[in-house]
Structure formats: C-alpha cells, structure tokens
C-alpha cells in the first residue's frame, strides 16, 4: 500500500547502529526524518549520509530527529561509518537502520511488496529505495521526496521542507515558491478574511484577492 501525505507512518521495530528501536516511540513527541539508501558501500549515498551527519545540528535546534536505512545488515553499516568520515569529514551521529530482509522498505512502499530480501543483491536490485520522509510528532507523514541512485538529494532542501512544514503546522498559512526562513508567507484560502484580521492585525497585501500575504508569524 503507497504512502501518501497524511497517512500514518508505518511503525516497526528494527536493529539499527544504535540498538534496537521501536519507530513511533523512538520519535516520541519529536518530528523525524527517514531517508533510505540501496546499498551500503556505494558513493552518492556515502557523501549524502556524511552531509548529514554535518548537518545534524540544524535537526535538532527544530527538534527532528534523523535516522538513515540501508539494505545491508547493521554489521555492515557499522563497517561502512569509517569509510564515510574519512571520506565526508563527518562521523556518523545518528542511527542507520538495518533492513537486510526488506521488511521496513516493504512496508514504506519503496520496492515492490514480493522482492524478495535474498543476498546478494545489488544497489540495481533496490533503485526504488532512495526515498527521505518528513514525519510530523503526531506520527503522521508531512512530505516524501524520492530521487534516482545516480542524483545525490539535496539535504539543504529537505531541511527547508522540514521549516516549511513545522511553520504551516503551527499556523494557517502556506509557504510561496523559494521561500526561506524569514521571508513572507501566505494565509491559506481556507481562513476567511475575518478570521485573517484576527490573526494578523496588521493586516497584508494582496495583490490579488486570493493572494494574502503577510510577514511570517514568529
């Protein structure tokens, strides 16, 4: 079953770099960020899991925890770490899922549900596992950006997605395009313009009716 917006995120308990966890109470009342790779060993995963592993610490000031999945057993992923802070400057810190048996990527919908989880299998053999879910402290699934094996993802990005979706959580508007952290936003057509005066005395422009723009709230 596809993962859309909206949907819970499927809970499961998995061994990791980290020890063994339970998803949902792993994230608890944080927000979270899983993002899936095909294979260890491989080099456009390797510099995306040490540019994370960089910036780790922008998660956290927006209390979001980030976990990585690979299709190779934790033993593996343990070996792989060297590789990436020699290479990336980065020790990992954070934990790496083990998913040898394709359990959590069946049940995200990331490779077709009769795969069969049998070694060895190539990076080829799991293409469709380069997905990066944004899962909000009600467990439920925010955004979800999938890329190709050969285009490393764009953390700055995801990062940005992530400030996007905690502000429009928390408040009625909607994000415009390009936008960033300060930068004006838009009430959503669904606040009615008395309620808009309500929220926003200061009132907004709107170039056309159904365009009201006002600074982003604090």
């Not at 990062?159 to 300060?182: E, F, I, Y």
């Not at 930068?183 to 907004?204: C, Q």
Request: a negative charge; glycine letters at 6%.
């Amino acid at each position: 079953m596809s993962i859309r917006i909206g949907d819970d995120a499927p809970d499961f308990t998995a061994e990791t770099t980290e020890g063994t966890i339970k998803f949902h109470e792993w994230i608890g009342d944080s927000w979270a960020i899983l993002f899936s790779h095909p294979k260890d060993f491989t080099p456009v995963c390797t510099t995306e899991l040490g540019y994370m592993a960089k910036l780790k610490p922008e998660f956290d000031k927006r209390n979001t925890k980030i976990i990585g999945l690979s299709i190779d057993p934790v033993s593996d992923h343990e070996a792989w770490v060297g590789d990436i802070e020699e290479t990336q400057g980065h020790a990992v810190n954070y934990p790496m899922i083990g998913d040898p048996d394709l359990t959590v990527a069946k049940l995200y919908d990331m490779i077709h549900p009769n795969a069969s989880g049998a070694q060895p299998r190539t990076a080829v053999d799991n293409a469709t596992i380069r997905s990066v879910f944004v899962i909000g402290p009600d467990k439920k699934v925010k955004a979800t950006l999938t890329y190709p094996m050969s285009t490393g993802r764009n953390f700055d990005e995801v990062l940005r997605l992530l400030d996007s979706c905690q502000l429009t959580m928390a408040h009625k508007v909607a994000t415009p395009v390009n936008w960033k952290q300060g930068e004006d936003v838009i009430i959503v057509p669904a606040v009615s313009d008395d309620e808009a005066r309500k929220r926003f005395p200061d009132g907004w422009k709107a170039p056309k009716p159904y365009m009201r723009i006002v600074p982003q709230p604090k």
